[in-house]
């Protein structure tokens, strides 16, 4: 008896080494394509490293020169950023190197988010990889964005609220708020999945976890309002353009489905049959974790639709990996009673999967990030450099990528999308892009 279960303690043993084994040689494949385009910094990303160089040097929350502006989408990230500049790191590299350890970290969570929802190492196994191979991903992660922050939050407040630690589930959230303002309506749902079905609310299940929400939170929100005198990001009126029609909605589906389904189209119609597996079986308790990742994703795309987001890859960062799972589960429900075709269904959508984030790796993503590089090297901070040797410190300078330039030349930018100069925005309301530059 003893000798027995001794051996299954071994063999389980084997078989939990040999997952840790693989998703670390997961991590290590991912990484390895990530250094190819390392080189590559949007240009938003130098935005925040002016606004961490501003903070770091007393000049306050700003991006011109003492001159308060809520021109960032996520305020924690140029904290971090702070927190390089302040022990002398380089922040290039100090974004880059944060970006990539959240992006890894992302991954070992997802795989444990993955095991809690699927209940099968095989399945949990192919999500992780799906994600890690996602052209979109892996465009975003070592760019020093928020982006790969925003995934492992996105993913570690899901995976505590479904294992019932709800207070840091929500502290988590109100992290994440601070990065994507939209973890604000997942904190949400996490309530009400909370609560449902019908539970009394009691101080445990409403007002604590609403507390620990706002502990991050709340602080930001004050000293934003009597310091910028808005709460909302500058971004939030520069790239949605309020409630749209019915034309512009279908527009704004219509993109974002084909980001996803440019790299996870097995996942995207798994989420199909999961939708009607989940209204077809009422069982709450069943559905509980699968149905939450279903609700947050369909809600965040009604979200970007309605309101008129122009949306981009990394906007649906937060979603791609529940939508991975979610899809995995819904075809698992779909093959239950065929058991045995498990590993090869396991095995074609990871290769089927992995072919399409390639391919979109290879024609869309690494051609765009070489030319981006290219020209930010020989046009971007070229003029960025004249300005600063050429021009005295009080110069204005008005031009539409403001990132780059204005790090570099460290002159005062008048951008015309309203980030740093919101009553610049307002002047061109009503203009094109060439009226209102004239």
């Given at each position: 008896m003893i000798s027995s279960s001794f051996s299954?303690?071994?063999?389980?043993?084997?078989?939990?080494?040999?997952?840790?084994?693989?998703?670390?040689?997961?991590?290590?494949?991912?990484?390895?394509?990530?250094?190819?385009?390392?080189?590559?910094?949007?240009?938003?990303?130098?935005?925040?490293?002016?606004?961490?160089k501003k903070v770091a040097q007393g000049n306050g929350f700003s991006f011109n020169q003492r001159t308060p502006s809520y021109g960032v989408t996520g305020p924690l990230w140029v904290l971090i950023l702070v927190a390089g500049k302040l022990m002398s790191f380089d922040l290039l590299a100090f974004g880059k190197g944060v970006d990539i350890i959240f992006a890894l970290a992302s991954l070992a969570v997802l795989y444990r988010l993955a095991r809690l929802v699927l209940r099968d190492a095989v399945l949990s196994l192919v999500a992780t990889l799906a994600f890690a191979f996602d052209a979109w991903f892996l465009r975003w992660a070592g760019s020093a964005m928020e982006t790969s922050c925003a995934v492992f939050l996105t993913l570690s407040v899901v995976y505590s609220g479904l294992t019932e630690r709800r207070n840091t589930s929500a502290f988590?959230?109100?992290?994440?708020?601070?990065?994507?303002?939209?973890?604000a309506l997942l904190f949400f749902l996490l309530l009400a999945a909370s609560l449902f079905p019908f539970k009394k609310a009691s101080f445990d299940f409403v007002l604590k976890p609403i507390l620990f929400f706002c502990l991050p939170v709340v602080p930001w929100l004050i000293f934003s309002y009597f310091y910028f005198g808005t709460i909302l990001p500058n971004s939030f009126f520069s790239k949605s353009n309020g409630i749209v029609s019915l034309a512009?909605?279908?527009?704004?589906?219509?993109?974002?489905?084909?980001?996803?389904?440019?790299?996870?189209?097995?996942?995207?119609?798994?989420?199909?049959?999961?939708f009607w597996f989940l209204v077809r079986n009422r069982n709450y308790e069943t559905g509980k974790a699968p149905g939450l990742l279903f609700v947050w994703s369909v809600a965040l795309i009604l979200y970007y639709v309605i309101d008129g987001v122009e949306v981009v890859s990394r906007y649906l960062l937060i979603i791609i990996p529940c939508?991975?799972?979610?899809?995995?589960?819904g075809w698992?429900?779909?093959?239950?009673?065929?058991?045995?075709?498990?590993?090869?269904?396991?095995?074609?959508?990871?290769?089927?999967?992995?072919?399409?984030?390639?391919?979109?790796?290879?024609?869309?993503?690494?051609?765009?990030?070489?030319?981006?590089?290219?020209?930010?090297?020989?046009?971007?901070?070229?003029?960025?450099?004249?300005?600063?040797?050429n021009t005295s410190e009080s110069t204005k300078v008005v031009v539409p990528d403001i990132g780059a330039i204005g790090y570099y030349s460290d002159r005062v930018i008048y951008d015309p999308a309203g980030?740093?100069?919101?009553?610049?925005?307002?002047?061109?309301r009503g203009f094109g892009y060439d009226e209102g530059m004239k």
């Open positions: 299954f303690h071994v063999v389980r043993e084997k078989k939990n080494l040999l997952w840790l084994f693989l998703i670390v040689c997961a991590g290590i494949l991912f990484l390895v394509e990530v250094l190819i385009h390392v080189h590559y910094t949007p240009d938003d990303a130098f935005i925040y490293f002016q606004y961490a988590l959230c109100g992290l994440l708020a601070l990065v994507r303002p939209e973890g512009d909605g279908i527009e704004g589906a219509t993109i974002t489905g084909k980001i996803i389904l440019s790299t996870q189209f097995l996942a995207f119609v798994g989420n199909f049959l999961a939508i991975i799972i979610i899809g995995l589960w698992a429900e779909f093959y239950k009673t065929k058991p045995h075709i498990r590993t090869y269904f396991a095995a074609f959508f990871f290769f089927l999967t992995f072919a399409q984030s390639q391919f979109v790796y290879w024609v869309v993503v690494k051609p765009h990030t070489d030319n981006f590089t290219w020209g930010t090297e020989h046009c971007l901070k070229p003029m960025a450099f004249w300005l600063r040797d980030l740093v100069t919101p009553k610049v925005r307002e002047a061109f």
